[in-house]
C-alpha cells in the first residue's frame, strides 16, 4: 500500500504540474488551439451579425416592420448612433475607443485560455464587440462615427441585433463559468 498524502498533490491532482502538457505555464499547442478556436467563434458572430444586418437594410429598408413572434419579437431597421438602449447617443466615438478597447483586452485574455467553456464565451463577446466596432468605423454617417444597425426589435423594450445576442450570452455564460468554479487555465503571469 503506498503512502497518501495530503501536502503534495500527484500530476493527476494537479493541473499545473510540471507533468501535465495543458498546464497554465506550459505553451504548448494545446492553449494556443483554443486561442484560434476562440477567434473561430468571434468570427461567426461578425459573419452572421453582418450577414443579417446586410438582410435587414435590404428587407426592411423602407420602413417595413415583420412580425415574427407576434408583437413580442418583431423585425424593425433602427440606426442606433449609441450603446444599449441608445444611450450616449452625443458619444458614438467614445463608444467606439471602448469597443477598440474591448477587442483588444478580449484578444489578449483569450490568448492563454486553457477552458473550453471560457473560449466559448470569450468568443461569444469578443464576436460581438468586433461587429459592433466593425459598424462604429465604417458604417454612416463616417468613420469612428457610424451606427450600429439594429433590427430585433423585443416588444416595446429595444431593438438589437445578433451581436448583442452573442454579448448577452457570452455574458451570461461567463457568470456560469464563474458561479460553477470552472477556471480559466490561465497562468498568473502572461506574456
Known amino acids: 500500500m503506498g503512502r497518501v498524502s495530503t501536502d503534495e498533490p500527484t500530476s493527476a491532482d494537479d493541473p499545473t504540474s510540471a ?3 495543458t498546464s497554465a505555464d506550459d505553451p504548448t499547442p494545446t492553449g494556443r488551439r483554443l486561442f484560434w478556436f476562440t477567434l473561430v467563434v468571434a468570427a ?3 459573419l452572421v451579425d453582418q ?3 446586410l438582410w435587414a437594410e435590404t428587407a426592411l429598408a423602407d420602413g417595413q416592420t415583420v412580425p415574427v413572434i407576434g408583437d413580442l419579437i418583431r423585425f ?3 440606426y442606433n448612433p449609441g450603446a444599449a438602449f441608445s444611450i450616449g447617443t452625443e458619444f458614438t466615438w467614445v463608444l467606439a475607443v471602448l469597443a477598440a478597447a474591448a477587442v483588444v483586452g478580449l484578444a489578449w485574455f483569450a490568448w492563454s485560455l486553457r477552458s473550453v467553456g471560457w473560449m466559448v464565451a470569450i468568443g461569444l463577446v469578443l464576436g460581438g464587440a468586433a461587429t459592433h466596432l466593425g459598424d462604429r468605423l465604417f458604417r454612416e454617417p463616417g468613420f469612428g462615427r457610424g451606427h450600429v444597425v439594429d433590427f430585433i426589435g423585443y416588444g416595446n423594450l429595444f431593438v438589437g441585433n445578433v451581436a448583442d445576442i452573442a454579448i448577452f450570452s457570452g455574458a451570461v455564460l461567463i457568470l456560469l463559468l ?3 468554479g470552472i477556471a ?8
Not at 487555465?185 to 502572461?190: K, L, N, Q, T, Y
Open 76 to 78: 424593425v431597421l433602427v
Open 184 to 191: 480559466t487555465g490561465r497562468s498568473a503571469s502572461v506574456s
Open 44 to 46: 461567426l458572430v461578425v
Open 51 to 53: 450577414g443579417t444586418k
Open 178 to 180: 464563474t458561479l460553477r
Open 19 to 21: 507533468d501535465d502538457a
